[in-house]
């Protein structure tokens, strides 16, 4: 793999290959191709566009140099790419998984994976002894997400780490909140980093695409032999435009980022807001943590109100975000978890989780921060 000696916001826009060999053109083609010539029956670089595809091994490309791994995957989705991590289970195995998770993981791992015979505990990460208490002799992996979504939970990753060597478990990663620019958790030791890019990576809410990447060469070979039985490959099309999208990626994250916490300080010091949860806070609860293995807050914060009554009056009253779920987007998208994010997840325990009806999520966009503020306390009332 070429580039590896670059610093990220030059990986960003070079990628693995930053030109199309056959042309000399300033970006690789979207090769629109299901199948590959073999010449005189023999078969070339490529065969067949599920097994291998220039437009999606750009991107594949990219995130195995973002993340510091040997190789990358690309998925028709985010929910693919961790279907197929947790492919590398079998029937028998016992996985841990935090319990403040994305809601569509929380479906995958409690409503498809004892299907197939794997047993879950849902355990809070945030607590060490939690975890290690947990395991079993069948235990054979950690699934993470940290910060976790939406209430902002901090995993000790170094101490995930620790635990899984110390006991041969596989470590995941969902770092779909902090993207490989913020955190890089191969570099920790984690074994596969997963990757929603439908949102930070594609960046402009056009997209679904998922991406994997691990440092290992051994779960490299396993994950490749799943996503081309599996079939779920991300298109060529997608490709192009999430290849495009991370080409942007630093300086759409670091303005959000900064609008993000312009946006968690008003709305802390607002009558309207019983509470704020965002990593960037001086008084967030594990901000030490979070900083000692990510360099930035990212840009979603949650927060709740104080009265029920106040989120209709809310979503009624803004005008510039997109009240839906995701996040991401150079578009800034509220997100009302109870009913939109976490529908999935059942209400005693979503209550105890924290997810409260009153909860909100702002995934902050590029727009003007100023008009965002006057937008939503025109709403907060
Ligand atoms: C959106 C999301 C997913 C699922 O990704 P899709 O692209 O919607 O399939 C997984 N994890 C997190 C943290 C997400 O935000």
């Known amino acids: 793999m070429s580039h590896q000696k670059y610093r990220p916001a030059t990986l960003l826009v070079h990628q693995g290959k930053d030109r199309d060999s056959a042309t000399g053109a ?3 083609p979207i090769y629109q191709a299901s199948t590959y010539h073999h010449e005189a029956g023999v078969s070339g670089e490529y065969d067949y566009a599920r097994s291998g595809n220039p437009s999606r091994e750009q991107v594949e490309e990219a995130i195995a140099l973002l993340e510091g791994g040997v190789r990358g ?3 028709a989705s985010g929910m693919t790419a961790i279907g197929s991590t947790l492919a590398l289970l079998k029937s028998g195995d016992h996985l841990i998984a935090s319990s403040d998770l994305y809601g569509g993981s929380w479906r995958f791992i409690t409503g498809v994976l004892p299907q197939q015979g794997i047993s879950f505990s849902l355990v809070d990460t945030t607590d060490v002894d939690a975890v290690k208490a947990a395991i079993t002799p069948q235990t054979k992996a950690l699934f993470l997400e940290t910060p976790s979504n939406p209430m902002f939970q901090i995993t000790d990753l170094r101490a995930m780490v620790q635990i899984a060597k110390e006991n041969g478990l596989l470590s995941m990663l969902d770092n779909t909140f902090m993207t490989p620019l913020l955190q890089r958790p191969l570099d920790l030791g984690i074994d596969v980093t997963i990757h929603s890019a439908t949102k930070f990576l594609g960046g402009h809410s056009d997209i679904l695409a998922g991406l994997v990447a691990t440092a290992d060469a051994g779960l490299a070979k396993r994950l490749k032999y799943f ?3 599996f079939g779920a490959v991300l298109a060529p099309f997608d490709s192009f435009l999430l ?3 991370i080409k942007t990626l630093k300086v759409r994250m670091e303005t959000a980022q900064t609008s993000a916490q312009t946006l968690a300080e008003r709305l802390t010091a607002h009558p309207a807001v019983a509470r704020v949860w965002f990593p960037g806070l001086d008084d967030f609860p594990g901000r030490e943590l979070h900083f000692s293995q990510a360099s930035g807050a990212g840009a979603v914060l949650s927060f709740e109100l104080k009265e029920e009554s106040q989120v209709k009056r809310l979503l009624e009253g803004v005008k510039l ?8 987007g150079v578009e800034t998208i509220l997100t009302h978890c109870w009913s939109m994010s976490h529908a999935a997840i059942p209400a005693e325990d979503k209550l105890r989780q924290g997810i409260s009806k009153k909860l909100l999520r702002i995934s902050v966009g590029i727009e003007d921060v100023e008009d965002l503020w006057e937008d939503l306390a025109a709403g907060l009332v």
Do not use: C, D, E, K
Not at 321 to 328: D, E, T
């Open 243 to 245: 290849s495009r999208g």
């Open 26 to 28: 300033s970006t690789v």
């Open 321 to 328: 975000p997109i009240i839906a779920p995701s996040l991401g």
């Open 227 to 229: 996503q081309n039985a």
């Open 73 to 75: 995957f690309a998925y």
